[in-house]
Structures are given as structure tokens and as C-alpha cells.
């Protein structure tokens, strides 16, 4: 069984879950229920990102302790992931004290290890609170953070302990040129390289004069207890949540999934901190896309924020989570529109695989009393169907997510078309029964290879059509070897109730 350690990047808990989290987590969702269902030994982490600056900020704002806003924004943050459905193993908190103790020991590694690596350094620079990172010029417009144009860049002057990034600008160029899995998609693989023949500069990795993080673990030369930086706290998390006792995270990672605009934090600082701390590197970085809305990103002006539950609501968390994966793309950015959400539920979902449902079911139970006949002759959607599997798996494999959708809604298409060119109902009425058996068989196990390829989107709705096909267990834990030869033959089937209901007309 291979093991497949898989994370997301952590939250920062000063505001609501947004689209884009929303994004993130169901497509790291549906990768971690693919590698199950492919029989690999998953675990998938999750978490917040709670020391900081900007939740501090925030805080102060709300006039509450930065724990408590904290411990408020994880909950919102979890109720959301447990609505979507997100089937994380642990969720991991930066406050936790596992998580600080670990954050300690992972700098005193790199001491240990490279005590060179740490310096102390006077320093002064743009600090843009939005990103937690100091500013370079080319990053800044009209005085502003160019990802944070409605921020104030901070001006900050202090003696902080720093980290030797520059001295590992080699091995990293070195390892992705040897590694091309190690950063995708192929465009931020490409950026990175770019970005590391500029040379690298030296990071800090205390801040002074702040204290909402784990302290750093030694002083300064004139006897100053400073924070750890929030990066060098929060980048560890995917290590520390191995050093748990009793969870089944095993350093290295097998796949970050993150956004692409902290590709350098996880590309070029968290290796080298790595390296410097002499742990193996992550196999492999994903750097997803943003999601627009109303062509923005985040909310600039009244009415430009999806409200997210109410979208989630609006056909429920697995329609949702399927159209967010089906249309826009995983690997660059794409939008969300309420009208391509309609008109996605009704044309594949409603009128798609819930209509042929209902269709396939009800005449098994006409027909042959809910009982799915036995296998007949090889048919043409036998062969649509192993060719989907096929698809499917070559797409889910190179994470392009679209793609296996695209493949099992394919099998969607050409199951509708059998239907239409097999004509069941004339196979009863001039009673060619072993031909209506054959064509029977063929429907229901092209329904079972649609739950099981379609359950990594939609694992609800996938779990209902599974029951109705009267397979037992859940889908989510079947062999592989289902997929590629269903067995349904014998099975008692019933017609799904409601499994995509057409939207009602407003
Ligand atoms: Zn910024």
C-alpha cells in the first residue's frame, strides 16, 4: 500500500471561509478520496494559521483576544469543511502546543545542524501585513502591496534573527531542474526558476516587538526574546502535524496542494528550510489557480463577495463542489458565475446523471422488478465504460481534476445515447428478453462505474446512487477493481429519490 500524505495550505484565521479556501479544499478533497479509492494509505491534513500580525490586527479590532478569535474563526472555518464534506484525517491549529513545541524543535534543528544558517541582522523594509512578508519594490504600486491594494504597507526598522536562504539557491535550482513533478503546473514551475536566477535574498525569521507566535528559541546577542516569524511558524505545519503521537502522517509529504500566489514560500523558503534542517523535501508542490467572482478575487466593493453558504445552499455542497471542479480549471485561474452554475446543474446533473438514474432504475423495476439481470453480450457501453475508467485514471493521475470529470461525464453522455439507440421499452413490448437483460446489465453497471469515478466530486450524491444500484458499503471504500469490472448483476435496485431535482422555475 503507498503512502499519500497530502496537505493543504493552512488557513489565516481572521475572517469567514471564502470561495477561494472553498476551492482549494474540495479539490485537495477530491484528489485524497481518489488515492483511497485506489487503494493508497492516505492522510490528509488540513488546518489554521493563527499566529501573526493580521490576526492580532484583527483582534484588536473585534476587541477580542487573539485565541479567542482564533478559536471562533476555526470553528466557522471547520462547520464549512464539514458541510463540504472535506474527509481531512487531522486538523491541524499553529496555537496548538504540539504545533509550537514542534516549531521549536524544528528551528533548533537547524541550529544543530547548520548553526551558521541563523544570523542576526539589522533590517528595514516594506511590511505588508495582508501577505505577513516584507515587500520587495518590484511588488509594490502606488505605495501599496500589489496582492493588497486596499492595505497599508507597514514601515518597519529591527534587529531580527535571520535565515541564510541565499546559501541553498543552488540546491533548490538544482532540485527542481532534476525534479519536474516537484513545482506544478508547468507555468509555476517556470515563474520559480525565473525567480531563483535573480538570486535569492536572506529572510527574516523573528520579528521584534510583537508576541502573538511561538517565541523563538534563543535570544538575541543584547538578550532579546523575539517571535518567531509567522512563515517559519506557519510553513512547518506539514512536518509538525507528524510529530503528533498516534496520527498517520508520516514524513515527507507526497503533495502540497496550496495557491499560487505563495508558490515561493512553498518552492524555494520551505525546501530550503528543510534542507537546512536536514528533513527530505515534499515530492511534490500543486499550485492551484484563483477563482474569480464578478472579476474579482476578493470582495473590493459592496456585492462582489459570493456569499459562500448561500452558494453552497443554493443546490447543495455536492453540486457545488462538482461545479467548481468541472468548471473551472485546477491548474490556472477561472470564474464563478450563478448563470454557469445553473445551466451546469441542469444540463449534468438534473437532466445528465439524474435523469439517466432515474430512467436506468425505473425500468429495472418495471421490467425485471428491481433486479439487475445478468451480463449478456459485450456491448458498445461496456466498452464506453472501461475507456472512461481509463481516461479518468490518466487525468486523476496527473491531478488534472477537469479532465476526470470531463471522462465520467463522458460515460454520462454515452450511456444517455445506449439508451436512446437500444430503445428498452421496444425490447419489452416485442419480448426480446435476453436482449433487454444484455442492455439492462450493461445501464446499471455503467451507473456503478459512474458512482464510484464520480464519488471523489460528489461523495453524497455518489453514496445515494450507489444504495439505489443496491451495492453495499460505501463507495468511498470500494476495491478499484469495481471500476474497471463492476459487478451488479443480481443486485436489488431501487429508483433514487431526488437525486438531482430540477431546479424549480423562479
Ligand atoms: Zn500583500
Known amino acids: 500500500m503507498a503512502r499519500f500524505y497530502l496537505t493543504t495550505a493552512i488557513d489565516y484565521a481572521n475572517g469567514d471561509p471564502h470561495l477561494g479556501h472553498a476551492f482549494e479544499k474540495i479539490g485537495a478533497d477530491a484528489i485524497a478520496r481518489y488515492r483511497r479509492l485506489r487503494g493508497d494509505d492516505v492522510w490528509f491534513l488540513i488546518g489554521m494559521d493563527e499566529h501573526g500580525q493580521k490576526v492580532a490586527q484583527t483582534a484588536a479590532e473585534k476587541g477580542v483576544a487573539p485565541r479567542d478569535l482564533a478559536d471562533r474563526v ?59 512578508s516584507f515587500k520587495q519594490d518590484s511588488e509594490i504600486v502606488d505605495g501599496k502591496c500589489v496582492l493588497h491594494p486596499t492595505r497599508t504597507l507597514e514601515w518597519v526598522e529591527e534587529r531580527n534573527w535571520f535565515f541564510r536562504l541565499s546559501r541553498y539557491q543552488d540546491a533548490i535550482t538544482a532540485h527542481i531542474e532534476a525534479n519536474p513533478e516537484f513545482v506544478q503546473p508547468e507555468s509555476r514551475r517556470n515563474e520559480i526558476l525565473a525567480f531563483l536566477r535573480q538570486g535569492l535574498e536572506d529572510i527574516s525569521a523573528s520579528r521584534a516587538r510583537f508576541t502573538w507566535g511561538v517565541p523563538f528559541p534563543r535570544p538575541t546577542s543584547d538578550g532579546e526574546q523575539q517571535t518567531t516569524y509567522v512563515w ?29 500566489d505563495i508558490t515561493r514560500f512553498h518552492t524555494v523558503i520551505w525546501p530550503a528550510m528543510l534542507m537546512a534542517a536536514g528533513l527530505p523535501l515534499p515530492e511534490r508542490v500543486w499550485a492551484h489557480g484563483f477563482v474569480y467572482f464578478k472579476g ?69 423495476g418495471k421490467y425485471r422488478n428491481g433486479v439487475v439481470p445478468a451480463a449478456g453480450a459485450e456491448s458498445a457501453l461496456d466498452q464506453a465504460g472501461r475507456d472512461a475508467v481509463a481516461a479518468y485514471v490518466e487525468a486523476m493521475d496527473r491531478l488534472d481534476l477537469r479532465a476526470g470529470a470531463d471522462a465520467a461525464w463522458d460515460l454520462v453522455s454515452a450511456a444517455n445515447l445506449f439508451v436512446q439507440q437500444q430503445a428498452p421499452w421496444a425490447l419489452a413490448k416485442a419480448g426480446k428478453e435476453a436482449e433487454l437483460d444484455a442492455v439492462l446489465e450493461a445501464l446499471a453497471a455503467a451507473l456503478a462505474r459512474l458512482a464510484i ?51 424549480v422555475a423562479q
Not at 472535506?86 to 486538523?91: C, L, M, V
Not at 506539514?238 to 503521537?245: D, E, L, N, S
Not at 468511498?476 to 438531482?500: C, D, H, N, T
Request: hydrophobic share 40%; glycine share 8%; proline share 6%.
Open 74 to 132: 476555526s470553528e466557522t472555518f471547520l462547520a464549512m469543511w464539514d458541510r463540504l464534506g472535506i474527509s481531512r484525517d487531522q486538523f491541524i491549529r499553529t496555537t496548538s502546543d504540539a504545533h509550537r513545541a514542534a516549531v521549536t524543535e524544528f528551528i533548533e534543528r537547524i541550529f544543530s545542524r547548520n548553526p551558521e544558517d541563523f544570523y542576526e541582522r539589522a533590517y528595514e523594509g516594506h511590511y505588508c501585513v495582508g501577505c505577513e
Open 453 to 503: 469515478l464520480a464519488s471523489p466530486f460528489m461523495p453524497s450524491k455518489a453514496q445515494d446512487l450507489w444504495a439505489a444500484l443496491g451495492q453495499a458499503g460505501e463507495v468511498s471504500g470500494v476495491r478499484w477493481g469495481l471500476a474497471e469490472a463492476p459487478q451488479v448483476a443480481g443486485a436489488a435496485s431501487r429508483k433514487p429519490e431526488g437525486l438531482f431535482p430540477k431546479p
Open 232 to 260: 517559519f511558524d506557519a510553513l512547518p505545519n506539514y512536518w509538525t502535524a507528524t510529530r503528533v503521537p498516534h496520527t498517520g502522517a508520516e514524513w515527507p509529504a507526497q503533495l502540497h496542494v496550496i495557491g499560487k
Open 296 to 364: 474579482e478575487r476578493f470582495s473590493k466593493s459592496a456585492g462582489t463577495q459570493l456569499d459562500l453558504p448561500a452558494a453552497v445552499d443554493h443546490f447543495g455542497a455536492d453540486a457545488f463542489r462538482y461545479f467548481l471542479l468541472r468548471e473551472i480549471p485546477w491548474d490556472a485561474d477561472g470564474n464563478f458565475s450563478w448563470e454557469r452554475f445553473e445551466e451546469r446543474y441542469t444540463a449534468d446533473l438534473a437532466d445528465g446523471l439524474g435523469n439517466l438514474a432515474s430512467r436506468v432504475l425505473a425500468m429495472i
